[in-house]
């Protein structure tokens, strides 16, 4: 829908993740996210941008734990690296993002081409 105006996605506290847990996919939500979750990731994110690509043990523990926290609890952390069939780099960054930003899947519904009308390109 091109030049229709939409409103803004709504925040949206809730992050979903799936793990294989016992040969079944098991769906998780962390619901209800908390102003201290969000600051922990934001600590969390400005540690892993001090030295990227570099993260030592004791940082993935700390990574890994604040997942588990952030879902209630639900699993633990060896459920989470053995049923995670993604690669931690990738997830566990864009779930601490999501924590900070307090949305998931509301990025989709963004609009299609977000350039106010004013600032559009003027026919000449």
């Known amino acids: 829908m091109r030049g229709a105006s939409r409103a803004p996605p709504e925040r949206i ?5 799936t793990l294989r847990l016992n040969g079944k996919d098991k769906h998780f939500t962390a619901d209800g996210l908390t102003m ?11 540690k ?40 931690f780099f990738r997830v566990v960054p864009g ?9 998931n899947e509301a990025i989709r519904s963004f609009p299609e081409n977000p350039m106010p009308a004013a600032t559009a390109k003027k026919k000449g």
């Open 36 to 46: 201290r979750a969000s600051v922990t990731a934001y600590k969390l994110l400005a």
């Open 95 to 103: 779930m601490l993002r999501a924590v900070v930003l307090g949305v």
């Open 48 to 87: 892993m941008d001090e030295t990227p690509g570099e993260y030592p043990p004791e940082m993935i523990d700390e990574l890994t734990g604040f997942v588990v926290q952030v879902f209630g609890e639900k699993f633990t952390v060896d459920d989470l690296l053995d049923g995670c069939k993604d690669s």
């Open 13 to 17: 506290s809730m992050i979903q993740l």
